[in-house]
């Protein structure tokens, strides 16, 4: 999980990683963006935006974070998929999204 205003506003937003999602195929997982402020509970079906793994068995979500990677003044969000495999077997790629 990561928690940074990602949206401007003032307040944390959080960022949840579920690298066994399998929303877009068997564990291709997903990471799933909550606008702050949370109080009280909340499921995936209340996130506010949804990044799904590319196919089954990548495992996005297995790390996440937020940073402002391109120093434009908004979040980037930063999405891990530790077997997803473009660059060879298993390999794994990062996703970075900007802005949500």
Do not use: C, K
Not at 1 to 28: E, F, H, K, Q
Not at 49 to 74: P, R, T
Request: proline share 2%.
């Amino acid at each position: 999980m990561a928690a940074r205003d990602a949206d401007g506003d003032g307040v944390a937003d959080l960022l949840m990683g579920a690298y066994m999602d399998d929303s877009a195929g068997t564990s291709a997982g997903a990471a799933y963006l909550f606008h702050g402020p949370l109080t009280g509970t909340f499921v995936t079906t209340d996130a506010d935006a949804i990044l799904l793994g590319a196919g089954a068995g990548h495992s996005a979500g297995i790390g996440v974070g937020m940073d402002d990677l391109d120093a434009d003044g908004w979040m980037d969000i930063i999405v891990g998929a530790n077997n997803e495999s473009t660059g060879g077997s298993g390999a794994g790629a990062i996703f970075v999204q900007s802005p949500i």
